[in-house]
Every structure is written in C-alpha cells, then in structure tokens.
C-alpha cells in the first residue's frame, strides 16, 4: 500500500465526476484502518467526506453496518445513497442497508439480482448511469 494501488479502470474519473459535483462521498472498506491510511496516499484523502473501516465497526462487510454507519455520518438516509462494490460480501452490505448498488465485480463474479445494476467496468461512467442506479 506504500508504493500505491493499482486503480480499477474508470474509478479515478468516476471519482473526479462525482467529486467536481460536490457531492459527499464515503468510502467504505472492511479493510482495517491502518491499511486504509496508506491506501489513501493514492485514493486521495480529500475526496471522501466520511472513512468507515473494517476495523471501526461492530460488524463488518456483510452485515449493514458500515453503510449505515457511512450514511448517517454523510446526513443521509441509506436510501438517498449509492453504493459501489466489486464484490458478494461489500454487495450483500449495501443491499442490507437499503442503497442502490452499482456492482462491477473484481474477482468474483456476480449474478443479476433485484435492485443490483451490474456493469463491467467503471470506465465511461456518467452521471445518467448513476441516476438509473439510484433510481432503481
């Protein structure tokens, strides 16, 4: 995490979108602390308005709580939120929670499901894109 992570394709412009925006941002990770602090060196701290990680909850990814935990914190009900998750565990999450969900799955694949918007890559994202998530 030192030297930097590997950006997915399309989530560093995702990320610049949604932030030129002004809108708040949360980043949620069962990732403990510690290693979300050298993550950020390459995320960019600035961009997230609120951090929850693994190690700061009760009960991590899948249970509900980070999510919820990220909207209260962000001043929005869950509902008013969108998720973005690359896999089972962080999906079952968001689903838990009550935030539509925008999956692009990582190494495991992902079914269709109910309420779940599957792409297969965050490149060209636009804003239409995520009004059809939120909207679902």
């Not at 009960?59 to 999510?67: D, N, T």
Request: charged share 25%; net charge negative; glycine share 10%.
């Amino acid at each position: 995490f030192d030297q930097g992570i590997d950006w997915r394709p399309g989530g560093q412009e995702a990320l610049d979108m949604v932030a030129a925006a002004g809108v708040p941002m949360a980043l949620v990770t069962n990732t403990e602390r510690v290693l979300t602090e050298r993550a950020l060196g390459t995320l960019g701290r600035s961009r997230f308005d609120a951090i929850i990680c693994g190690d700061e909850v009760e009960r991590g990814k899948p249970s509900p709580e980070p999510y919820l935990r990220a909207a209260a914190e962000l001043g929005f009900a869950p509902g008013d939120c969108v998720a973005i998750e690359d896999s089972p565990t962080g999906s079952a999450a968001a689903e838990s929670a009550g935030c539509a969900l925008l999956v692009v799955p990582c190494a495991v694949p992902m079914a269709p499901a109910p309420g779940r918007v599957l792409r297969e890559s965050l490149e060209g994202l636009s804003w239409e894109d995520l009004h059809t998530v939120w909207t679902r």
